[in-house]
């Protein structure tokens, strides 16, 4: 007979399922060893439902609470705002203005932010209707990576520091980073923003190429590069979460 020693400790499911008034919700499962207690989130930005517990928690433990409180969970998903899909006829920002999606052609070409014939701003996408989801968002990646690139150009300008690289990903927590090499990173949901808040982003990673820190040098100098960054971190405080509910 084997020991107990060389037993195998079965993987924790990535899930629970918990019902409520005959509703199922997905609850994402995380073991974190510096957890002293179980936690339970609902992202307003996602709608991802996350229970957090210690190391030594048995799963079934967990499940029970997650059970306990699907009421709980049931009211906050209820509270989270509508997903926008990058589909025909959908209505989503691109620089801070509603743009409607059209499919206009099925033959391939580019997709473009242009007008209607009624003078309205429209996204116009070409090629198969099944790919429709993926050209919208390809065409905001390089978007953001244009604007990133030219305001990222404006403020190393001004002080005189180059940035390494530049790279747009889909961050959740977080909107940029900078890394001690000079590598700057956004997210490319910005570019649906208004454009001084990207704008305050760029200056903000921009800053830390010179103070890798938010100490007071830091923001006097995020402040010198861009004067509505008061206006940029209000704006993200209360409409920033929405953009992750989009496509």
Known sequence: MKSALFRRVPADPPHLRVSHEGHSFKVALKRRPTAKRITLRVSHATGEVVLTIPERTDVGLAQKFADSHSEWIASR????PDRVLFEPGALIPLRGVPHRIVHWSSIR??????????????????????HVARRVRDFLETEAKRDFALA????????????????????RSRWGSCSANGALSFSWRLVMAPPFVLDYLAAHEVAHLRELNHSQRFWKITYQLCPRTDDAEAWLKTYGSALHRIG
Request: proline share 4%; glycine share 8%; aromatic share 0%.
């Open 152 to 171: 990222v150009k404006k403020h190393t300008a001004q002080l005189g520091i180059p940035a390494k690289r530049i790279t747009v990903r889909d961050t």
């Open 77 to 80: 998903l209820a509270k989270v």
């Open 109 to 130: 070409g580019i997709t473009q932010a242009t007008r209607d014939s009624r003078g309205e701003p429209i996204i116009a996408v070409a090629g198969e209707a099944a």
